[in-house]
């Protein structure tokens, strides 16, 4: 079953880190490009960072520059997004994705596989 699975979320104090994971299991994320997306309560799902699948490149939303990295170890299957500086409007559900290729985009369209979320929430 092709599957990808979010972790490391939880609930933070407000200048805090979190790291969240993305693994995938039933097929091999180095053929795809990686992106995470979330979506606070009443607001549109919107994206965050995204990865190509060669790594080198990267993409980031505005509110994510400076704050949040993202990474990927092809040999563990695994996408990293590894977030500084945490405020409470980065309080959301967290979602990885996977689109097949080279390329990575912040908008949701065209990706093909989605994990179930992680829950991240800053707040004092």
């Known amino acids: 079953q092709l599957q990808l699975v979010e972790s490391g979320g939880g609930l933070v104090q407000p200048g805090g880190s979190l790291r969240l994971s993305c693994t995938a299991s039933?097929?091999?994320?180095?053929?795809?490009?990686i992106g995470w997306f979330r979506q606070a309560p009443g607001k549109e799902r919107e994206g965050v960072s995204c990865?190509?699948?060669?790594?080198?490149?990267?993409k980031s939303a505005d509110s994510a520059k400076g704050r949040f990295t993202i990474s990927r170890d092809n040999a563990q299957n695994t996408v990293y997004l590894q977030m500084n500086s945490l405020k409470p409007e980065d309080t959301a559900v967290y979602y990885c994705a996977a689109k097949k290729g080279l390329v990575c985009e912040l908008q949701s369209e065209g990706y093909d596989y989605w994990g179930q979320g992680t829950q991240v929430t800053v707040s004092s």
């Open positions: 039933g097929f091999t994320l180095a053929s795809y490009a």
């Open positions: 990865i190509y699948n060669s790594g080198r490149l990267t």
